[in-house]
Nanobody, 122 residues
């Protein structure tokens, strides 16, 4: 079992930055691959960024260089740096983990956190 705890969300003005964190507890092999998803009210949950055990990363098409995913294996913590925040980035951001899956199919991830809210005002 793996427990995921997100933090770092908040309310910011457009153009600001946030760094989201996701601490993983439990069997670390269960979090070999990790990702960030987000879900805005009335919309589907969508993949933001993902990283595998070798450090390979992928990003959603809309990211446009503003998001950076990273992982500190010693701390079992995943990060998402978000720069130049825009109102359309407003959403609940979720951390996900899996032993082997690397991608944006949310149904493939075995473990999920409770989410951290990001609100961007114009």
């Amino acid at each position: 079992q793996v427990q995921l705890v997100e933090s770092g969300g908040g309310s910011v003005q457009a153009g600001g930055s946030l760094r989201l964190s996701c601490a993983a507890f439990g069997h670390t092999y269960g979090s070999n691959c990790m990702g960030w998803f987000r879900q805005a009210p009335g919309k589907e949950r969508e993949g933001v960024a993902a990283i595998d055990s070798d450090g390979r990363t992928i990003y959603g098409d809309y990211v446009k260089g503003r998001f950076t995913i990273s992982k500190d294996n010693a701390k079992n913590t995943l990060y998402l740096q978000i720069n130049s925040l825009q109102p359309e980035d407003t959403a609940m951001y979720y951390c996900a983990a899996d032993e082997a899956y690397f991608g944006f199919n949310r149904y493939e991830y075995k473990y999920w956190g409770q989410g951290t809210q990001v609100t961007v005002s114009s």
